[in-house]
């Protein structure tokens, strides 16, 4: 079997399709158009998020039987159609789901303490005790949306912290000794924080709005380490100036390309995008909650894993 390689993982994946009988081809530089005229010549894909796998690229893709996705979602996939064509969807959200709770607990961590305006006001010379006082996560109320592979990660790290766990899901029986199923309205009436773990579907794009927000009962903390889409940034910003939403931290934007690389150029600086790169109260991170060198190296054995489990 043929397995075309779109981006650039951890060497080990290749190192280990090889010695499993694969025949690896890399190509990390052609156009999306390039890849299509010679992707009838392969078994398998693997990706992160280099461009989307769309039904026109699928369809020249003839003998294709697996694709890789070098991550936890698949949105960048036309998953329906993948499947109906009889092609199996690979994905790895095993690989980065410890180093995502890590971050997101290190980011409520900072926000609770005022890390971040703390050390720039001493890069300017300031010494403010009482204006960086901060809180306790011990007592408060974290709500997760979404119960999978991140969200139980992160409800694991805060059984370290007298803090009481809720999580709200579409899909049934995912309560364990971690956190407890709630509704939705009883998550919105009673959390302190909000932490998002859910995939880009038609169900959570544009999620957390105006009327999302309002619906909580006190003023809250929100995190996203999912998708920025999950998001509409002008309510959040909304949201934050008349204290309904107490701080944020944000390791993925409304605003990403697709591939998750890059973000607008600077001149076209959205308004809301602005307030957030200026809060004191807001900590931004280039979408690496799960980026870490542990993490790499898990998500590319884990695809390894997969693809030896169905097709040797």
């Known amino acids: 079997m043929k397995i075309l390689h779109l981006d650039v993982n951890h060497p080990l ?6 010695e499993l ?12 158009n390039e890849i299509e005229s010679k992707i009838d010549a392969y078994d398998g894909i693997i990706i992160r998020s280099r461009f989307n796998l769309d039904r026109a ?24 159609y993948a499947e109906q064509k009889g092609i199996a969807l690979i994905a790895a959200p095993e690989g980065n789901r410890n180093a995502v709770a890590e971050h997101c607990l290190g980011m409520l961590l900072a926000l609770f303490n005022n890390l971040k305006k703390a050390d720039e006001d001493i890069g300017f010379g300031q010494w403010l005790r009482e204006e960086n006082r901060g809180i306790e996560l011990d007592g408060k109320t974290v709500g997760l949306v ?39 309205d009883h998550l919105q009436k009673h959390a302190d924080v909000l932490s998002l773990h859910v995939p880009l579907t038609e169900l ?4 957390v709005d105006t009327a999302f927000i309002n619906a909580f009962q006190k003023p809250f903390w929100l995190l996203n380490s999912s998708r920025g889409k999950n998001v509409v940034t002008s309510d959040l910003v909304s949201a934050m100036k008349s204290g309904k939403i107490l701080g944020a931290g944000l390791d993925v934007l409304e605003y990403e390309s697709g591939s998750f690389e890059d973000l607008f150029s600077s001149e076209d600086i959205p308004e809301a995008f602005q307030y957030l790169i200026n809060a004191k109260h807001v900590i931004l991170t280039p979408h690496v909650a799960g980026w870490t060198k542990e993490s790499k190296v898990k998500l590319a054995q884990t695809i390894v894993n997969k693809i030896k489990a169905k097709f040797c």
């Not at 994946?13 to 090889?18: F, G, V």
């Not at 009988?21 to 999306?32: L, P, Q, R, V």
């Not at 690229?57 to 949105?75: C, M, S």
């Open 146 to 184: 979404g119960y999978g592979n991140t969200g139980k990660a992160f409800a694991k790290k805060l059984k370290g912290f007298e803090v009481d766990v809720m999580f709200h899901d579409v899909l049934e029986g995912l309560e364990d000794q971690n956190a407890r199923h709630v509704s939705l």
């Open 204 to 207: 959570t794009l544009n999620m």
């Open 57 to 80: 690229f699928l369809d020249k893709a003839k003998n294709l039987k697996f694709i890789g996705r070098v991550g936890a979602g698949l949105e960048n996939i036309d998953r329906s």
């Open 21 to 32: 009988g694969f025949i690896n081809h890399e190509d990390y530089s052609s156009s999306k």
């Open 13 to 18: 994946l290749i190192q280990q399709l090889n």
